[in-house]
């Protein structure tokens, strides 16, 4: 079964520092996102991607983030300033479309990355 | 703008008790999607539902059944025969579109759900 890959799946890092997170989407799917989840806490929506462009993003993600498909496969969070508050797990996902409902046209999510700033 | 609320923040019953999780949405889209996700321990997100605005028949996978009510905006989670296993959060999660839509997954708080033995 095709799945979304996730890595690291831990990286530590200290505060100040840039951190990239990789992501690879299932590979025929067109719509890419990251969702932050600060432990204990809901999972959050930060942004989407769609046709190598930026679709939606939340207040959360402000301009110390920035996602980019360098290539056919990976999707990447950068964050470019790590701050404490930046800690949580980050979860990928994709999907094959918007409009359509069929039975494969669910949100598949990675298995995540936990960021930790010390 | 889309709202889920998980009023239950913990519920711990003892294994084989039947329990349900309540989940009640806020949209104004006329067409939506709701889902109910499971995250273990182990941290990742398992996909066990989704169900379109406009099919609000209950459905019944094994020991897991759910009930979406449009008139009272609720999609409760019953867990019939609880196992240990099943010890988790679950969310509850709303979106415009099949796929997560161009804003995603709006998810509730989540409800940690402790299964005794």
């Known amino acids: 079964e095709p799945e979304v890959t996730q890595t690291p799946s831990h990286q530590v890092t200290q505060m100040g520092q840039e951190v990239i997170l990789r992501c690879v989407p299932i590979s025929n799917h067109l719509y890419f996102y990251w969702y932050r989840q600060i432990l204990g806490q809901k999972v959050e929506f930060l942004v989407s991607f769609y046709n190598n462009e930026i679709s939606e993003k939340s207040e959360i993600f402000d301009d110390q983030f920035s996602v980019e498909r360098p290539d056919g496969s990976n999707f990447t969070l950068k964050i470019r300033s790590t701050k404490l508050e930046d800690s949580a797990m980050y979860f990928c996902?994709?999907?094959?479309?918007?409009?359509?409902?069929?039975?494969?046209?669910?949100?598949?999510f990675g298995p995540g990355t936990r960021l930790t700033v010390l | 703008a889309q709202k889920v609320t998980q009023a239950q923040t913990e519920i711990s019953v003892v294994e084989k008790e039947d329990v349900t999780l309540d989940c009640v949405y806020e949209?104004?889209?006329?067409?939506?999607?709701l889902f109910w996700y499971k995250q273990p321990p182990s941290g990742e997100l398992v996909f066990l539902i989704r169900r379109n605005s406009f099919d609000e028949q209950n459905e019944i996978s094994g020991r897991y059944s759910w009930n979406f009510q449009k008139s009272t905006s609720s999609f409760n989670f019953t867990i019939t025969a609880s196992q240990v296993v099943d010890s988790a959060v679950y969310f509850c999660?709303?979106?415009?579109?099949?796929?997560?839509?161009?804003?995603?997954?709006?998810f509730g708080k989540g409800t940690h759900l402790i299964i005794q033995p």
């Open positions: 996902a994709s999907s094959e479309a918007l409009g359509t409902s069929g039975r494969d046209n669910e949100q598949f």
């Open positions: 949209t104004r889209d006329t067409t939506y999607y």
């Open positions: 999660a709303l979106s415009e579109a099949p796929g997560g839509g161009a804003d995603g997954l709006t």
